[in-house]
C-alpha cells in the first residue's frame, strides 16, 4: 500500500512539473501584451461627381450644370473694357443660365470675347469675337443650349442681362450659353420677356453701358474698334 501511496505521488509532482514547462515557453503572438490604443484622424473626403467639369456638352448639360452650380455658388461678375467697368448680379432663380455663365468666365472663354452688336436705345450685345480662341472655345463645348428659365418676376428692365437665342427652329427657345446681351433701353425692353431668359442685372457700371452704346457701329451693328471684355467672377 505504501508503495503505491509514494507512486502516485510521484506522478503527480512529474505532472505538475510538466504543466510547468509548458506555460513558461514563450509564445508568438499578433500584438503585444500591452497594446496602446492609436486614434487615426478621419480621413476627410473629396466631393466627388461623375460629371467631368471640362467636357460640358448637348449630351450633358443639364447634369453638368445642377452639378456645377452646386460646386460654384459665385453670383457677382466683373466685365472690364476699355471704357470702363461693368458689375453684374446673376439671379440664384435662374440656376441653370447663372452656372453655365460662372463655368464659362472661369475657362476663359468670355474674356476671349467683345461687344459684337449695338442697337443704341436697345441692347448692347456680347459674347462673341473674331479671335480664333473663341471659336476654338465654342467647338470644344459643342454649342451646348440651355434650357428658358423664364420667370415673372425677371423682366427686361434697363441694365437686365439676357441670354441671345436662335429664334428659328427654336419652339421652346432655348438659350445659347455664349452670347448675351445689356439692356440699354432706359425705358426697358419688355416686349422680349418670354422670349429670351432674363439672368442678371447691371448692379455698378451704367456709365460703362452707356459709353459702349455711344460706339461707332458698321452697318452689321459690329463696333468699328472692338470693345473687349476681361470678365473675372468675384464672388
Not at 423664364?150 to 441670354?163: D, E, Q
Not at 437665342?165 to 421652346?172: H, S
Not at 431668359?197 to 460703362?208: A, L, S
Request: with cysteine; hydrophobic share 35%.
Amino acid at each position: 500500500m505504501r508503495i503505491l501511496i509514494l507512486s502516485f505521488l510521484s506522478l503527480l509532482f512529474l505532472l505538475a512539473c510538466q504543466k510547468k514547462k509548458v506555460s513558461e515557453v514563450p509564445t508568438t503572438t499578433t500584438q503585444p501584451a500591452t497594446t496602446e490604443i492609436v486614434t487615426k484622424p478621419a480621413v476627410k473626403k473629396e466631393p466627388t461627381t461623375n460629371v467631368d467639369k471640362d467636357t460640358i456638352n448637348r449630351r450633358n448639360v443639364l447634369e453638368f450644370l445642377k452639378v456645377y452650380g452646386k460646386e460654384n455658388p459665385e453670383t457677382i461678375v466683373l466685365f472690364e473694357t476699355r471704357l470702363g467697368n461693368i458689375k453684374i448680379k446673376l439671379y440664384r432663380d435662374t440656376p441653370l443660365h447663372r452656372a453655365s455663365f460662372i463655368f464659362l468666365t472661369k475657362t476663359g472663354y468670355f474674356s476671349t470675347t467683345c461687344v459684337h452688336r449695338i442697337v443704341q436705345d436697345f441692347v448692347v450685345q456680347g459674347g462673341n469675337s473674331e479671335n480664333p480662341k473663341t471659336r476654338k472655345f465654342r467647338k470644344k463645348y459643342e454649342t451646348y443650349t440651355i434650357p428658358a428659365e423664364f420667370r415673372t418676376h425677371r423682366k427686361h428692365k434697363y441694365g437686365a442681362i439676357a441670354a441671345a437665342r436662335d429664334w428659328e427652329d427654336n419652339p421652346k427657345k432655348v438659350s445659347t450659353p455664349f452670347e448675351f446681351y445689356f439692356v440699354q433701353d432706359k425705358n426697358g425692353g419688355y416686349h422680349l420677356d418670354g422670349e429670351h431668359t432674363v439672368f442678371g442685372e447691371i448692379i455698378e457700371g451704367f456709365d460703362t453701358l452707356e459709353k459702349i452704346a455711344l460706339v461707332k457701329v458698321g452697318n452689321d451693328e459690329w463696333p468699328v474698334t472692338d470693345v473687349f471684355f476681361t470678365v473675372t467672377v468675384i464672388r
